[in-house]
């Protein structure tokens, strides 16, 4: 891994920094030719970076004062305030992964998005930043859940590759395609 990276929960002081990495790689402002490098599509505001932050929902690496990747995880009532959220819901009940028959609100949280700054890939940083995520949030549910744009393949390749998420299912919204994918939060990477 990268020297002198600290890995943290994230805290107030750090949303301007996290506002400025999410800007970097937000779909809507990146050409198609960049988009092939991976990319985030859920803006965040102010207001809801607070809330995760006072939940303890934002996991960062820091360079410096710097915030060069992050990996938010929540409560599927806190992103249900974007439409795609509310969607992959109703999904719950025709899933299942592993030991777990039967996929609720209750027993998953949603996890993502996840940015890493691109002088910072593919030197070993997820894999730490992920632990750090999995250990805190293992603590309130045993699954994570998730949802990767089928164009995005930089990032399926990160989880099913690097971090062995598994691929549960798929879904249509707004005219582009989604895979699902699950991890059992109890297993450490």
Not at 24 to 36: A, F, G, Q
Not at 103 to 123: E, L, M, V, W
Request: hydrophobic share 45%; proline share 3%.
């Amino acid at each position: 891994m990268i020297e002198n990276i600290a890995l943290e929960i994230a805290t107030l002081q750090d949303i301007e920094s996290v506002l400025l990495l999410q800007e970097l790689y937000l779909v809507s402002n990146l050409t198609e030719e960049e988009k092939k490098a991976g990319f985030v599509t859920t803006p965040f505001t102010v207001a809801q970076l607070t809330e995760v932050m006072a939940n303890q929902g934002l996991f960062i690496a820091k360079d410096g004062n710097k915030v060069i990747a992050y990996i938010f995880a929540e409560s599927w009532t806190f992103f249900n305030q974007w439409p795609i959220f509310t969607y992959m819901c109703t999904l719950f009940p025709t899933l299942s992964f592993e030991y777990f028959k039967i996929i609720t609100t209750t027993n998953s949280f949603q996890y993502g998005p996840i940015c890493i700054h691109a002088d910072y890939r593919g030197k070993g940083l997820i894999r730490p930043l992920f632990e750090l995520m999995r250990s805190n949030m293992v603590t309130k549910f045993s699954l994570g859940l998730t949802f990767i744009n089928k164009k995005n393949i930089p990032s399926l390749k990160a989880h099913t590759e690097k971090l062995n998420w598994t691929i549960i299912g798929e879904f249509q919204f707004n005219n582009n395609e989604y895979n699902i994918l699950a991890y059992d939060m109890n297993k450490a990477i």
